[in-house]
């Protein structure tokens, strides 16, 4: 395996430990699963706009976070997936004020679809719109607020640059 590839999959497994441990700080607060989640971890998820490396690591993270906490299969699957969809979609947006709204719009469609059919007994579209809301307003926070904060971070740190291409 050359140099490049090797930094590629270290960098991917730094990523997904990462977010499984910021994930894990989030649940420890009560904060990393059901309606409103401010999963730290999800501000992992610009990472994808600097180097598409993060895509497998933020996908990896986000199913080692789901099978550790007790989350259903579909959440499981689903929820790890929209983590992926959305990493995917960032790595494509060449706006940095941009690259985390494809996590917020792909954990906000599918999210309030998994709690729906994995954690609430009977369909009520007043829970289901509210929880769309909460799910919106825990990505803005964690993906969107929280991922500016480390794009700036990064932005001002030439050197984090380097070790994210």
């Known amino acids: 395996m050359n140099n490049n590839k090797m930094r590629h999959l270290a960098q991917s497994a730094i990523i997904a430990a990462l977010y499984v441990a910021l994930t894990w700080i989030s649940n420890i607060f009560g904060l990393a699963s059901l309606a409103v989640q401010v999963r730290l971890g999800e501000a992992l998820c ?21 099978l550790t906490m007790g989350s259903t299969p579909l959440d499981i699957i689903v929820g790890s997936l929209a983590t992926l969809a959305g990493a995917f979609f960032a790595s494509k947006i060449k706006n940095k004020w941009l690259c985390p709204l494809p996590t917020v719009i ?42 500016m904060l480390l794009v700036f971070a990064i932005e001002k740190r030439p050197s984090l640059k380097y070790y994210l291409r």
Do not use: H, Q
Request: charge should be negative.
């Open 46 to 66: 610009i990472l994808p706009f600097y180097n598409p490396s993060a895509i497998p690591g933020l996908f990896i993270g986000c199913l080692i976070s789901n």
């Open 106 to 147: 792909s954990n906000t469609i599918f999210i309030p679809l998994v709690i729906m059919l994995s954690y609430i007994v009977e369909w009520d579209n007043t829970v289901y719109l509210l929880t769309v809301l909460g799910v919106f307003a825990g990505e803005m926070v964690s993906a969107y607020a929280l991922g």
